[in-house]
């Protein structure tokens, strides 16, 4: 009996992946845009939008520093796909403990998945391994920083405007040499293309349509030299 409870109790706590990330997107989107209403007593649009994709960036910094970290683990899997250790099944509905939730294993997965639509990613010597690496080492604090300072103010609007300039302007940047070099390099060919459409275009295309959004906010900061696109 003794036994028994000391194996219980040493039992991480677990929940399907997707409660994690629910929780994730509650404490850093959700507590961002309440923070802003109780500092500035209004829901901005804005606000809203920028928060909620700097909240995924945060976690896609994670995914990008896993996907550097576990990349021999990763081109393994893929090159081997009846390796012993190979990770199966779905990966978002995975009971994970909160020290796994931060594992740089746990988020190789999402990149053995995404391997299938873009075989660079399991190829260190790839653009976009390479762009996605940088990204995640890069931004992930630029990304908080610009997050608790559209509602905290406390450096000068031109001072946010000029450091979320550089962070967005680089995202879509970027994002236009990935498609460029997607298309270019043909690694579409062989695939559905409904899940093109829905993975390469629908994950890749928001990496243009939020930082746009972000570049048109900054721009107003920089220019107008104060917080109102922000704080009305």
Not at 30 to 43: K, M, S, Y
Not at 107 to 132: E, H, N, V
């Amino acid at each position: 009996m003794s036994e028994n409870v000391a194996t219980h109790a040493g039992t991480p706590f677990r929940l399907p992946l997707w409660i994690w990330l629910t929780v994730w997107m509650s404490m850093w989107f959700g507590g961002a845009v309440f923070a802003h209403f109780l500092l500035h007593d209004v829901v901005n649009p804005w606000q809203v939008v920028l928060a909620l994709f700097l909240a995924i960036n945060l976690l896609i910094c994670m995914w990008e520093i896993s996907l550097w970290h576990r990349i021999g683990d990763i081109r393994r899997w893929f090159q081997e796909p009846r390796s012993s250790d190979r990770p199966r099944g779905n990966l978002y509905t995975t009971p994970v403990s909160v020290g796994e939730f931060f594992s740089t294993k746990l988020w190789a997965r999402t990149w053995l998945g995404y391997a299938y639509w873009d075989d660079g990613y399991a190829d260190p010597k790839s653009f976009g391994f390479s762009i996605d690496v940088g990204n995640g080492f890069s931004t992930i604090l630029p990304s908080a920083f610009f997050l608790v300072g559209m509602s905290a103010g406390y450096v000068s609007p031109q001072v946010l405007g000029i450091v979320g300039l550089l962070i967005f302007y680089q995202k879509f940047y970027c994002t236009c040499l990935y498609f460029f070099q997607y298309f270019y390099n043909r690694r579409y060919e062989d695939r559905p293309m409904a899940g093109l459409i829905g993975v390469v275009g629908g994950t890749n295309g928001l990496w243009l349509l939020f930082p746009g959004i972000g570049i048109y906010v900054c721009l107003r900061l920089i220019t107008e030299n104060h917080y109102d696109i922000l704080w009305t």
